[in-house]
């Protein structure tokens, strides 16, 4: 099915031996296909177990693009976050430095994503500042960008993957907000969640241009290091 599909998007939030062998498998199929693959490193820093199985597919598999929050790209990153747990993502480093570090060492587009979203392709980069005071209160938001992403990277050809994610994380914030401005009871995650599905599947490249709110700015040179060496 790997073979056939447009996109595979590898999500390791319940592991178990056959899972890992199955990725491993499905994950080798696409590539030698051409069809891209993203990952979504769920929780990888919260056993030695995830931390192994992630290094397992990174060595086996290529990437198109890795999505995860701060905490776990900083786990992929090799630097130290104040986080802690599967949805720890607040913390104290320079995420445009984790993202662009995560693209370069693994050779991928970055998505990390949070109350920011960043977009890295170890060069370029982009922030979008949009997105839903709900989002962090449903479970699997996470989850749910990772296959945004796998989506909106299958329309374009594999080497347009930054702009294709670019485009789905502003896409996926600003569905948000629209979907909580539409709330007549606000702060209602139970009611928030359908009618964020809906704004997504309302989507129109229209809105998204006029509502997403993102910076876009490179690294000066490939050997600097945090935010103070970004071109805006």
């Known amino acids: 099915m790997a073979e056939n599909a447009d996109v595979l998007v590898m999500n390791i ?3 178990d031996a056959e899972l890992v062998r199955a990725m491993k498998r499905a994950g080798t199929a696409a590539n030698e296909a051409g069809k891209p693959v993203v990952l979504d490193p769920v929780g990888v820093g919260a056993t030695s177990f ?14 198109t693009a890795i999505r995860g929050n701060a905490s776990e790209m900083a786990v992929l990153a090799g630097v130290e976050w104040q986080g802690r747990g599967v949805d720890a993502g607040s913390g104290y480093a320079d995420q445009i430095e984790i993202a662009r570090q995560v693209a370069k060492k693994h050779k991928t587009i970055a998505v990390l994503s949070g109350a920011s979203d960043v977009i890295s392709d170890g060069k370029r980069f982009a922030k979008i500042t949009n997105g839903s005071s709900l989002l962090p209160r449903i479970t699997g938001s996470g989850c749910l960008l990772s296959a945004v992403c ?4 299958a329309t374009l050809p594999i080497d347009a993957a930054y702009v294709a994610c670019l485009e789905a994380c502003a896409s996926y914030a600003v569905a948000s907000e629209f979907a909580e401005e539409s709330l007549s009871a606000k702060n209602l995650p139970g009611s928030f969640r359908p009618a964020f599905l809906d ?9 998204i241009q006029e509502h ?20 805006f």
């Open 150 to 153: 796998g989506a909106f990277i």
């Open 50 to 63: 995830r931390r192994e199985v992630v290094a397992e597919l990174l060595e086996t598999i290529r990437f």
């Open 199 to 207: 704004a997504l599947a309302n989507w129109s490249k229209e809105a």
């Open 212 to 231: 997403a709110s993102l910076k876009k700015g490179v690294m000066r040179n490939e050997n600097c290091t945090g935010i103070n060496n970004c071109r």
């Open 13 to 15: 939030g319940t592991l």
